[in-house]
């Protein structure tokens, strides 16, 4: 028979901080069953507390794991859990561990997908290839973020997938009305890998044709060794600010309002769907992006364009600030309306929920 409504749903991810892209959605799944009437509890693994520590091994995460298995333990043995499979060797070990009490319970788990890398992980050993496989078939379901990531799932070991993207709330502040001067936008966490001094290189070279446009950074610095090359930048360029980290969302909408496009050139190798081109989108602000992860599912002739070079963005880039773009904002949020908005989102996992025993 479906679960009771009653029965309560754990969540086992992290809830912000750090403020990265599956904490945020942790937060937003977290509210989203609650608004719903669901009975939700949090088994939050807090392992890392700021950007820059999410992925590092230290003896204060090792220490935390037993305080971890303690609380899993201790959770009621009629619910149902919703969980964040990671992927890095050594949390996946963690994993493994809190999956294992939850097998103990017979807590049916959904695993709520929100990265890459599980075919490369399971390509680690032998090992590794049975634990990872152990891992996707011990849960009732198994949720990607999209087609690209089920794939990697299903050559890992998963045998299905559901579906279901990312999400963020929709506010409307007039955001189809762009500002004088344009305006040009990243919003990531600031490193190498995300992209960071390529948006240097195309605020310089876009500076030299269309010196009145502004590029404007936000985002916290999780790569210290770039931090000398953006301050360098921000002094010697007219045209580049660093505008430092927004946290709430409302803030952020209001940061997008009125920009002229979203650069995300990132390279990331675990790059999931980003939720600042879901945010550009509902803001009605098209991105430009290299073919990270999900990326390339997500943009389209409406919502932006996918470049594979700083070239090609620099080129992109110029041709959107020129362009009649007094269509693009409604072209972006109906994009976004379609797919990525947050009753969407609720309603897909409350059917995912529905049916999933306790």
Known sequence: MPSSPESPVVIYSQLPPPFHGSAVMTS??????????????MLDRRFSRTSSDVGKASLDKVLRVPSLLVRAWRLPRQSRAIFFLTNRPGSFLIDLLVLGVFRLKRVNVVHYVHTFGYERLAQRSMLFRHLVRWALTSAEEVVSLSELHAKDLTLA?????????????????????????????????????????????????????????????????????????????????????????????????????????????????????????????????????????????????????????????????????????????DRARRAYSERYSMPAFTRKWLEVLRDLKA
């Open 28 to 41: 937003s799944l977290y509210r989203a069953l609650q608004q719903s009437g669901l009975p939700v509890l």
């Open 157 to 329: 070991g998963a045998s299905s997938t559901i579906v279901i993207p990312n999400a963020t709330e929709s506010l409307d502040l007039g955001l189809a009305r762009q500002t004088s001067p344009a305006r040009v936008i990243f919003f990531a966490s600031i490193s190498r890998e995300k992209g960071a001094l390529d948006f240097v290189e195309v605020a310089r070279a876009v500076g030299d044709i269309l010196p009145d446009v502004r590029f404007e950074m936000f985002g916290a610095v999780s790569d210290e060794s770039i931090r000398a090359v953006l301050s360098e930048a921000a002094s010697q360029l007219s045209n580049f600010y660093l505008m430092g980290e927004v946290r709430e969302f409302e803030a952020k909408m209001v940061a997008m309002s009125g920009a002229s496009a979203l650069l995300y050139p990132s390279t990331y190798k675990f790059e999931a769907q980003p939720l600042a081109i879901i945010e550009a989108m509902s803001a009605g602000v098209p991105t430009v992006a290299y073919p990270a992860g999900a990326i390339p599912e997500m943009l389209s002739t409406e919502s932006g364009v996918l470049v594979s070079s700083t070239d090609e963005m620099i080129l992109s880039t110029c041709a959107i600030l020129r362009a009649d773009t007094s269509s693009a904002p």
